[in-house]
């Protein structure tokens, strides 16, 4: 099998970055999660701490792996977390088959994340914890949503707005990113507008993982080098 086919059947991803940015995102990754840490454990018991940071981790690797990414902003962070944790402790009060009750939550979570378009794949982790993360969460109740969770959730925003600042090609969210090429020109035709985005994304039936911001930009540079005979 040809070394590109294989690569395509494995979904690897193409896209190499620099050095710089492996480091960075390695080191501010540590940090946030260290932070989330000191929340956690102030919060829960050892184990349960652990459970919870579980989910945590796995939003770091998108904050500061893939700080432009749609599954990495503000929104679908703060909320992904939070309605998973509400749903979450609402399974495990009222269903009591634990692997039902954890089947449940996870279900219904991607479900409420896709309805409110705040689709976060760590949030999934996060309802499942709700059930499965033993005693001390689970005596938590409700409050589990509030804190740590939803406090756990800003806290690693405001951390990737903090440090990925000090980086202008990864400034974060996505509204504070400013590319170092000049902005396109808005009358510019052969540009798409926001609805024929809309309507060619909605036309996949499926989610695609990348803001619109980020498209147009991928669309200029196509062009720009289609112009320029590259």
Same mark, same amino acid.
Request: proline share 7%; net charge negative; with cysteine.
């Given at each position: 099998?040809?070394?590109?086919?294989?690569?395509?059947?494995?979904? /690897?991803?193409? /896209?190499?970055?620099?050095?710089?940015?492996?480091?960075?995102?390695?080191?501010?990754?540590?940090?946030?999660?260290?932070?989330?840490?000191?929340?956690?454990?102030?919060?829960?018991?050892?184990?349960?701490?652990?459970?919870? /940071?579980?989910?945590?981790?796995?939003?770091?690797?998108?904050?500061?792996?893939?700080?432009?990414?749609?599954?990495?902003?503000?929104?679908?962070?703060?909320?992904?977390?939070?309605?998973?944790?509400?749903?979450?402790?609402?399974?495990?009060?009222?269903?009591?088959?634990?692997?039902?009750?954890?089947?449940?939550?996870?279900?219904?979570?991607?479900?409420?994340?896709?309805?409110?378009?705040?689709?976060?794949?760590?949030?999934?982790?996060?309802?499942?914890?709700?059930?499965?993360?033993?005693?001390?969460?689970?005596?938590?109740?409700?409050?589990?949503?509030?804190?740590?969770?939803?406090?756990?959730?800003?806290?690693?925003?405001?951390?990737?707005?903090?440090?990925?600042?000090?980086?202008?090609?990864?400034?974060?969210?996505?509204?504070?990113?400013?590319?170092?090429?000049?902005?396109?020109?808005?009358?510019?035709?052969?540009?798409?507008?926001?609805?024929?985005?809309?309507?060619?994304?909605?036309?996949?039936?499926?989610?695609?993982? /990348?803001?619109?911001?980020?498209?147009?930009?991928?669309?200029?540079?196509?062009?720009?080098?289609?112009?320029?005979?590259?």
């Amino acid at each position: 099998m040809p070394t590109h086919k294989l690569r395509q059947w494995l979904g /690897i991803e193409l /896209i190499e970055v620099s050095i710089t940015e492996k480091v960075v995102s390695t080191l501010s990754g540590g940090l946030a999660i260290l932070a989330l840490i000191a929340i956690s454990t102030h919060a829960l018991p050892a184990g349960g701490a652990a459970a919870l /940071i579980t989910s945590m981790g796995a939003s770091a690797v998108l904050l500061f792996g893939v700080p432009h990414g749609q599954l990495s902003q503000p929104w679908p962070v703060i909320a992904g977390h939070g309605i998973s944790a509400l749903i979450g402790v609402a399974c495990a009060q009222f269903i009591a088959h634990p692997a039902i009750a954890a089947a449940c939550a996870v279900g219904l979570a991607i479900g409420a994340m896709q309805q409110l378009k705040c689709i976060h794949p760590p949030g999934g982790a996060t309802a499942f914890t709700a059930v499965m993360g033993g005693s001390a969460i689970q005596q938590l109740g409700f409050s589990f949503v509030l804190f740590p969770v939803l406090t756990n959730a800003l806290v690693m925003v405001l951390l990737a707005v903090l440090i990925n600042y000090a980086f202008p090609w990864r400034r974060y969210p996505n509204a504070f990113h400013h590319p170092a090429q000049k902005p396109s020109d808005p009358t510019d035709e052969s540009l798409p507008t926001h609805e024929e985005i809309i309507t060619a994304i909605r036309t996949l039936d499926s989610f695609v993982d /990348i803001s619109e911001e980020e498209l147009v930009r991928l669309i200029e540079l196509l062009r720009d080098r289609t112009g320029k005979g590259l």
